[in-house]
């Protein structure tokens, strides 16, 4: 069979339109920052997504509930968490239509997104998003992180984002593993007021959720108190060398 140069031109140009990728993150949310206490997990993060420097959106939700066990909230792409959000649906409604008495916990989701983020990283197709994982099963607690290239780790208190270096160094410091739920709000909150003042895909709208071996609660959004008039927020290239 012969083909035309024209049906080879198109086939060539399918081709090449077949194996394009995302290069560029494009509606994006900021920090994530989570901490176990007392009676299980607590995660916090803004409802904010940038369009580049613009922001654009002021009421995405970044943390859900997955599964009876598990509580996941995503910094990155919107719309790649999204699709990552799919992926969990199906791996939940595949786990109950067993009905063998069993559920995915936070490990095994751990797990599986581990390797989600891997594969796709190897296809050069990452999913833009750091994935923050925490949840309580049989009265184990647990909180991990995965990242667009599929690195993984569990700790006490995490980060994500621009709150991985503005965030961390509070909960190193004032972070205990008798943290009662007050005071880990209140831990949370400082942290994201310092996020609010030092990051500008930051909006003062929040949300903190809990699970616990009772179950999953998100607040409804909500403000931090501010004070902006702090004298370096007034003048900040006071003392700064240069021409500007």
Not at 3 to 8: D, G, I, L, P
Not at 203 to 219: D, L, M, P
């Amino acid at each position: 069979m012969e083909f035309s140069s024209e049906t080879r031109q198109n086939s060539l140009l399918s081709s090449e339109r077949g194996i394009q990728r995302t290069q560029y993150p494009y509606v994006t949310g900021s920090s994530v920052v989570a901490l176990k206490y007392k009676d299980g997990i607590l995660m916090a993060a803004d409802m904010g997504g940038s369009y580049g420097s613009t922001l654009r959106y002021k009421s995405l939700e970044r943390i859900k509930p997955v599964g009876k066990h598990s509580l996941i909230g995503a910094s990155g792409e919107i719309s790649d968490f999204q699709e990552i959000m799919h992926y969990l649906d199906d791996q939940v409604l595949n786990d109950n239509m067993w009905d063998d008495g069993n559920s995915l916990g936070p490990k095994e989701i751990h797990s599986y997104l581990t390797r989600v983020m891997y594969n796709r990283r190897n296809k050069f197709d990452p999913l833009w998003n750091t994935l923050v994982l925490g949840g309580v099963k049989k009265g184990q607690k647990f909180l991990g992180v995965v990242t667009m290239i599929g690195v993984n780790f569990e700790e006490n208190h995490v980060a994500t984002g621009f709150g991985n270096h503005m965030a961390q160094p509070i909960l190193r410091s004032e972070w205990h593993e008798n943290l009662t739920f007050e005071e880990g709000v209140t831990l949370l909150e400082k942290c994201m007021r310092v996020l609010l003042y030092r990051d500008r895909s930051a909006v003062n709208k929040f949300q903190i959720a809990k699970i616990t071996e009772e179950g999953v609660t998100i607040s409804q959004p909500y403000a931090l108190k501010t004070f902006w008039g702090f004298k370096a927020f007034e003048n900040p290239t006071a003392g700064a060398d240069g021409s500007w």
